[in-house]
């Protein structure tokens, strides 16, 4: 029969000493980051998509009658494209833009260039 830490007394959360902290690599930064995590599916115009999509299905995928969506969703799409080129020229010139709110991995790379721990 096993028995419950409540009948025992013994708490399982909290040991009953300290142990002490062993450090087994050094608490220090890596020099550089890695881009893996900068990788994302960008998705554009699913809004424009699906009402393009459901004036299709009303007028049996006659694309006369929904031109007025079509150029719609041709708009949206090539206001995305322009900002993901402009976006890509930014990250190629590899500038530090003060008070931006998310940094590319080669940003960051060059903060921790010119400011080593």
């Given at each position: 029969m096993r028995l419950s830490p409540r009948l025992t007394?013994?708490?399982?959360?909290?040991?009953?000493?300290?142990?002490p902290f062993q450090e087994l690599l050094p608490l220090k930064l890596k020099p550089t980051v890695s881009g893996k995590g900068d990788r994302t599916s960008d998705v554009a115009c699913l809004q424009e998509m699906a009402i393009l999509f459901a004036c299709f299905k009303k007028n049996e995928f006659n694309q006369a009658l929904c031109a007025n969506e079509v150029q719609t969703f041709n708009k949206c799409y090539k206001?995305?494209?322009?900002?993901?080129?402009?976006?890509?020229?930014?990250?190629?010139?590899?500038?530090?833009?003060?008070?931006?709110?998310?940094?590319?991995?080669?940003?960051?790379?060059?903060?921790?260039?010119?400011f080593p721990t």
């Amino acid at each position: 029969m096993r028995l419950s830490p409540r009948l025992t007394g013994i708490s399982s959360r909290y040991p009953r000493e300290n142990f002490p902290f062993q450090e087994l690599l050094p608490l220090k930064l890596k020099p550089t980051v890695s881009g893996k995590g900068d990788r994302t599916s960008d998705v554009a115009c699913l809004q424009e998509m699906a009402i393009l999509f459901a004036c299709f299905k009303k007028n049996e995928f006659n694309q006369a009658l929904c031109a007025n969506e079509v150029q719609t969703f041709n708009k949206c799409y090539k206001s995305f494209v322009d900002a993901k080129q402009k976006k890509k020229e930014m990250e190629r010139k590899g500038d530090l833009n003060p008070g931006a709110k998310k940094l590319t991995h080669k940003q960051i790379n060059q903060l921790m260039k010119r400011f080593p721990t």
